[in-house]
């Protein structure tokens, strides 16, 4: 269960006297950790000159007063049906269609991660990276042939990512051995189940193919520099003469 906290700004009440200047203001405020009416509490308070001197709450369900005034307030509002009967069904008719919509809009609101994963092998470094994921809790792990490893870990601290959304990376300093496993694992609640990211060495071959293409790349351009300088050097350049 999550737990939220939801201030009713457009029905927040404010007045001043212009007297004495001091500030009288109303809130209506709604505490939640579920959807469900039962784990709702609402809150109605009155404040004068920043302090609190009635509050109604659906907890206790009556009013309380806090100061010599609010204490007369409260005696006069519990003893009014009408006016208790209303404020008892602001739980229902404020709050929950409220809470409801919260949930839907922001609180159960998920994107599952874009997860990247390189190698470095010069530096014996993996880096593990996840964008794009909401909400912001995330859990990025490592395992080597399927045991969970620990050491030579760094993880950066979770970043926005822009509209809401994270992202997060994590770096394992290792040196693989031949037929070693490497993954990164990574657990959020847009995840149904956790998400192993494996590394996947380069194959000696696929070394060779890449050797081969750069080394083809080099000659190419070496002989194409030759050709422009044979040419430069074969052209006759023209003597300007007076007319």
């Excluded at 470095?120 to 969970?148: D, E, H, M, V, Y």
Aim: include cysteine; aromatic fraction near 12%; charge should be neutral.
């Amino acid at each position: 269960m999550r737990t939220g906290e939801l201030l009713g700004a457009s029905l927040l009440l404010l007045g001043l006297t212009t007297s004495d200047g001091f500030l009288k203001y109303d809130t209506e405020l709604c505490r939640f950790n579920s959807s469900d009416l039962k784990d709702i509490e609402y809150v109605y308070s009155e404040y004068y000159n920043r302090v609190e001197f009635l509050r109604f709450s659906s907890r206790v369900d009556w009013y309380t007063g806090y100061t010599e005034f609010g204490l007369r307030e409260a005696n006069i509002a519990n003893n009014d049906t009408d006016r208790l009967t209303r404020r008892r069904m602001m739980k229902q008719h404020y709050c929950l269609q409220h809470v409801h919509m919260w949930y839907k809009n922001a609180l159960n609101r998920t994107s599952e991660s874009e997860t990247l994963n390189s190698f470095i092998s010069s530096a014996r470094l993996f880096t593990c990276s996840t964008f794009g994921f909401f909400p912001r809790s995330i859990s990025i792990s490592w395992t080597i042939n399927q045991q969970p490893h620990t050491s030579e870990v760094s993880s950066t601290d979770t970043l926005p990512d822009g509209d809401w959304l994270y992202q997060a990376h994590s770096q394992l300093s290792y040196s693989p051995r031949f037929r070693d496993r490497v993954s990164c694992w990574v657990e959020h609640a847009a995840l149904r189940d956790a998400l192993e990211v494996p590394w996947e060495p380069v194959s000696h071959g696929d070394r060779n193919k890449i050797a081969i293409g750069i080394s083809g790349s080099v000659l190419g351009l070496v002989l194409a520099l030759s050709g422009v300088l044979y040419y430069c050097k074969r052209r006759k350049v023209p003597v300007n003469s007076e007319l």
